[in-house]
């Protein structure tokens, strides 16, 4: 399979713990986004990356989450300090920037559970 | 803030009948995308606009971009249970040159019954 990849599919954690998400792009895409989705809701963009360059971050990006593209291939979601209100499904999607319109392929999501 | 609004948020219809969704917004987009989702996935997309009063066909999926490029419409015709899912549209938020990130709506829910 050489869509997007993301795990863990699944994730609990209790309040205040550290989790980590990690995404692996379709190969040949420069960008990768990342996107939060709660249930009932569209996906929120959080931040994109062209390569290893983070060119966007949402307002929604507080500074508890980080993201990293460190060789511009796979990419790494952190939150810190996790708050119930973090619970969502966190979708992963790449393509390649050298179309306006290109279509974005999303990865299956990691959803995470704060209790 | 860019906000793309979709309606209705939820549909329930029987197989067979037809239905139209609507994505609207103040601001002109470049282009915008229509997805669908279902449970445990990730969106897909359906159709990418560019110009405004295109009009793209998918099998019975119709979908229009306003003449202002400020809103959108997708109908179905002949509804059939595996349309059911989640419909979403997205907005292309910079123009010309690198874009940046997809404005997406909230999702039609459409449900369709046999």
């Known amino acids: 399979d050489t869509g997007v990849s993301q795990n863990p599919r699944h994730k609990i954690t209790k309040r205040g713990q550290n989790v980590t998400f990690r995404c692996d792009p379709i190969?040949?895409?420069?960008?990768l986004y990342w996107y939060r989705q709660t249930l009932g809701q569209g996906p929120e963009f959080l931040t994109y990356?062209?390569?290893?360059?983070?060119?966007?971050k949402s307002r929604l990006l507080s500074d508890r989450f980080s993201a990293e593209r460190p060789k511009g291939s796979f990419s790494t979601l952190e939150i810190q300090r996790t708050e119930q209100g973090d619970s969502a499904m966190y979708l992963c999607?790449?393509?390649?920037?050298?179309?306006?319109?290109?279509?974005?392929?999303f990865g299956e999501g990691s959803r995470l559970t704060v209790l | 803030t860019q906000l793309l609004e979709q309606s209705p948020q939820f549909l329930s219809i029987q197989e067979g009948e037809n239905l139209t969704v609507y994505c609207n917004s103040s601001?002109?987009?470049?282009?915008l995308q229509w997805y669908r989702q279902e449970p445990g996935e990730g969106p897909v997309l359906l159709v990418t606009?560019?110009?405004?009063?295109e009009v793209k066909k998918l099998k019975r999926l119709t979908f229009q971009f306003g003449d202002a490029r400020k809103d959108s419409s997708l109908h179905i015709t002949a509804a059939q249970p595996g349309d059911t899912g989640l419909y979403l549209c997205?907005?292309?938020?910079?123009?010309?040159?690198?874009?940046?990130?997809?404005?997406f709506g909230k999702g039609t829910k459409l449900s369709v019954k046999p």
């Open positions: 601001s002109v987009f470049s282009s």
């Open positions: 606009v560019v110009t405004g009063g």
């Open positions: 190969s040949e895409h420069n960008r």
């Open positions: 997205a907005g292309a938020k910079s123009y010309g040159g690198s874009q940046g990130n997809l404005i």
């Open positions: 999607a790449s393509r390649w920037g050298g179309q306006n319109t290109g279509e974005l392929f």
């Open positions: 990356f062209q390569n290893e360059a983070q060119l966007e």
